[in-house]
Antibody, heavy 122, light 113 residues
């Protein structure tokens, strides 16, 4: 059974750096084909994809946040960490991590964490 | 970039009636080498994370009721709820995973008439 859970601060100040951790079980990022993605959702708005990381350390990210974003994995701890610099109030929203994968082609997000609401405010 | 556009933004359907949601991609999401469309549908209820309903445009995820079906190919796709139930009230999103950057549609809110 695959589960994921996001953790981190729920309130950050503008210009600060956000660090979120996705802790997961039921799969391993040392296994070929496995991956984890981050998706966010401003209040009342649509989903926005942010980044992906795969078992082989292949990383993909959205051009809209590329310069501010870092995604890393800790295979031994079963965690993926998302870091976003220079936070702004427009970055307020619920941040989700989700299980995905990749073989020759990309895969859908089949399991999601519950999400963490991050508010950016002074 | 392959951008997704959904329509309508919202719809109200009577219980037991059919609900149809449309999704259009700015480029084809069909891989000719395996004849699969890299298009997924998700359901999001208030206060909950999205839930995968359909992948490869028409394959139901395990445990998803068969009143949910996906169709289409290339750039035009449809999610159909054949007989709307009260528990289907939610926002529905399509997503392309043909290539990065990944994009979701803007969502369609389904309500009871």
């Amino acid at each position: 059974q695959i589960t994921l859970k996001e953790s981190g601060p729920t309130l950050v100040k503008p210009t600060q750096t956000l660090t979120l951790t996705c802790s997961f079980s039921g799969f391993s990022l040392s296994t070929s084909g496995e991956g984890v993605g981050w998706i966010r959702q401003p209040p009342g708005k649509a989903l926005e994809w942010l980044a992906l990381i795969y078992w082989n350390d292949d990383k993909r990210d959205s051009p809209s946040v590329r310069s501010r974003l870092t995604i890393t994995k800790d295979t031994y701890k079963n965690q993926v960490v998302l870091t976003m610099t220079n936070m702004d109030p427009v970055d307020t929203g619920t941040y989700y991590c989700a299980h995905t994968g990749k073989q020759l082609w990309l895969k859908e997000f089949d399991y999601w964490g519950q999400g963490i609401l991050v508010t950016v405010s002074s | 970039d392959i951008v997704m556009t959904q329509s309508p933004d919202s719809l109200a359907v009577s219980l037991g009636e059919r609900a149809t949601i449309n999704c259009k991609s700015s480029q084809s999401v069909l891989y000719s080498s395996n004849n699969k469309n890299y298009l997924a549908w998700y359901q999001q209820k208030p206060g909950q994370p999205p839930k995968l309903l359909i992948y490869w445009a028409s394959t139901r995820q395990s445990g998803v009721p068969d009143r949910f079906s996906g169709s289409g190919s290339g750039t035009d796709f449809t999610l159909t709820i054949s007989s709307l139930q009260a528990e289907d009230v939610a926002v529905y999103y399509c997503q392309q995973y043909y290539s990065t950057p990944l994009f979701f549609g803007g969502g369609t809110k389904v309500e009871i008439k």
